[in-house]
């Protein structure tokens, strides 16, 4: 089965899909967050490995088609192409979504430092209880080894 590859015009649309599925789930990730909401963050993290991954691959796709195709022109006429309003569009909409994404992945990553500091508080309480609540295990032995006497 003889496959037709992909043009560069169809790679930009997906990498441009693939970001606006990036930041719609950073969003979704960002309110589990602040809920605490362990499945919704495990499933997040899982969706975003995954576009991560796709978007890898097709950067790796872009750079191999970039490399294969040569150059057009730069002079004054290829700016006047039909092709030159879309592409300018693309890279608005491209420039856009990567500010959207450090954004998010800021939040992101506030949301998490204060869930990591919670924690530390929740782990400390914890551990300064344990004394208190822990069963005296000198007690316990005493109780189930028999003295000699017995």
Excluded: K
Excluded at 28 to 43: C, G, H, T
Excluded at 72 to 87: F, Q, V
Excluded at 112 to 122: E, F, G, Y
């Amino acid at each position: 089965m003889n496959a037709v590859p992909p043009q560069p015009g169809d790679l930009i649309a997906m990498r441009l899909l693939l970001l606006r599925d990036l930041v719609q789930s950073l969003e979704v990730s960002q309110f589990a967050l602040a809920r605490n909401d362990a499945e919704m963050i495990a499933r997040g993290a899982a969706r975003q490995a995954e576009l991560c991954r796709q978007w890898s691959l097709l950067e790796d796709q872009l750079r191999r088609e970039s490399e294969q195709r040569p150059l057009r022109s730069t002079g004054p006429a290829a700016h006047h192409a039909p092709e030159a309003l879309p592409s300018a569009q693309l890279e608005q909409e491209f420039a856009a979504l990567s500010v959207r994404i450090r954004h998010l992945t800021r939040v992101h990553c506030s949301l998490l430092r204060h869930l990591q500091r919670s924690l530390t508080i929740l782990t400390r309480v914890v551990e300064s209880c344990a004394p208190t609540y822990a069963p005296d295990l000198t007690l316990l032995r005493a109780e189930t080894h028999p003295q000699a006497g017995d």
